[in-house]
C-alpha cells in the first residue's frame, strides 16, 4: 500500500525525559512513513525539551509544540489544532508501538472505509514489541455496537483509551478533551469520536504497548480519581436527548460509585483511607446503596453484580478483606 494520506501523530509530554526517545523511535521506524509526528511539550521541567528539540533536528517530519503546564487535554487539544494529517493517532510519551502496526491500521481503514480503527493492547514492564501475525484478523461494528463496548454494557471490555486508535479527523471536534479534569478526560473524548463514526473495525493484533513503570509507587489511587464523578456528571449531559446513550451514561454514573469505592479499599490502606477520603468512602457507599437495586437490574456483568451486592450489605467484611489484601500486597518486596 501507498504511502498516500497524510496521518498526525500527537504525542503530549510532561517530564518524561527518560521514555520519549524510545516512544518516538517507534514511530520514527513505521513502515507507513507519510507521518506528521506533532510533539506537544506541556510545560516540562526536566530534560524532555532537549530530547524532543534532538528528535526534531533528526527527522523532518517531528515538530514540537510548547504550552504552558495545562494537563494532557490542552496539550492533545492543541495537537489537534495544529494537525495538517486527513487521519489522525494519539500517542502517550512512556508507550511504544509495533513498527508495523500504522500501515495494517491504514489499510484496513481504506479496505472496510471505516471510520476509525483500533489495535489491541497490552500493558507490559518490557520495552520490546511482538510482531504482527501474517494473517490479517478484524471485527467490524458499528457505531451502536461499539458504543456498548464502551459504555461495558454485558461486557468489561475497556476500550475508552484515546490511544491505539486510528481516527478520520474530519469527524474530530477540534476541543475533543475537557481540560481540568486529571483522570478519565479519554472517557468524554472517545465517546465524541465514536458517536460521529458509523463504522468502527478492530485490528485482532497486539500493535500498542501500555508501558507499567514498575519503579512507579504501589498505590496509584489519589484524589484526582474523584475526577471521574465530573466526568460522568458530564457524559449524562452530553448525552441528553440521544438515546440509548443516556441510558448508558447514567448506568455509568451509578456504577462509579462502586469503581470509585472497590478501587480505593483494594488499592489503599484502611488507615490511609481513614485520614484522607472518609467524607469520601461514606458519600460513595451511601450513593452505591441508593442506586443499588437500578445497577442489579442493569445489564451489568455477573460478577461486578455480586461485588456490588457485597460492598452494599457486607461492607465492613469485605473491606476488611481488601485492606489485608492491600498490607500483603505493599509487604510483597519485603517478604
Not at 126 to 146: G, M, N, R, V, W
Not at 202 to 227: C, H, M, R, V, W
Not at 238 to 245: L, N, Q, V, Y
Amino acid at each position: 500500500m501507498e504511502n498516500k494520506s497524510l496521518i498526525s501523530i500527537i504525542i503530549p509530554f510532561h517530564n518524561s525525559e527518560r521514555h520519549l526517545r524510545r516512544c518516538v523511535d517507534t514511530i520514527i521506524q513505521q513502515t507507513y512513513t507519510n507521518l506528521e509526528i506533532i510533539l506537544v511539550d506541556d510545560g516540562s521541567q526536566d530534560g524532555s525539551k532537549k530530547v524532543a528539540q534532538k528528535l526534531v533536528s533528526e527527522d523532518k517530519r517531528i515538530v514540537l509544540l510548547e504550552i504552558p503546564h495545562s494537563g494532557v487535554s490542552v496539550a492533545r487539544n492543541k495537537g489537534l489544532e495544529t494537525a495538517k494529517g486527513s487521519y489522525i493517532m494519539f500517542v502517550d510519551s512512556d508507550d511504544i508501538m509495533n513498527i508495523n502496526v500504522i500501515r495494517r491500521m491504514m489499510l484496513l481503514m481504506k479496505k472496510t472505509y471505516a471510520d476509525m480503527v483500533t489495535c489491541g493492547i497490552e500493558r507490559t514492564e518490557a520495552l520490546d514489541q511482538q510482531p504482527l501475525k501474517k494473517k490479517i484478523s478484524f471485527k467490524t461494528y458499528t457505531k451502536e455496537e461499539y458504543l456498548r463496548l464502551f459504555f461495558k454494557i454485558n461486557s468489561n471490555e475497556w476500550v475508552h483509551y484515546p490511544v491505539a486508535k486510528l481516527y478520520k479527523k474530519e469527524l474530530l471536534p477540534v476541543s475533543l478533551y475537557p481540560p481540568g479534569i486529571r483522570v478519565g478526560e479519554d472517557v468524554i473524548g472517545t465517546y465524541l469520536a465514536i458517536s460521529r463514526a458509523e463504522k468502527i473495525v478492530a485490528l485482532s493484533d497486539t500493535g500498542y504497548y501500555y508501558y507499567i513503570n514498575p519503579e512507579s509507587a504501589t498505590s496509584d489511587f489519589s484524589e484526582k480519581d474523584f475526577d471521574l464523578i465530573k466526568v460522568w456528571d458530564q457524559m449524562t449531559e452530553i448525552t441528553k436527548g440521544t438515546e440509548p446513550d443516556n441510558k448508558y451514561a447514567v448506568l455509568g454514573r451509578n456504577r462509579i460509585n462502586f469503581t470509585l469505592l472497590l478501587r480505593m479499599i483494594t488499592q489503599v490502606p484502611a488507615k490511609e483511607i481513614t485520614v484522607r477520603y472518609s467524607k469520601q468512602q461514606k458519600r460513595l457507599l451511601r450513593d452505591l446503596r441508593r442506586c443499588e437495586d437500578d445497577l442489579l437490574r442493569s445489564p451489568v456483568i455477573l460478577s461486578r453484580k455480586l461485588m456490588i451486592f457485597m460492598l452494599c450489605h457486607m461492607y465492613g467484611p469485605t473491606a476488611l478483606g481488601c485492606d489485608i489484601f492491600v498490607r500483603l500486597k505493599n509487604m510483597k518486596g519485603l517478604i
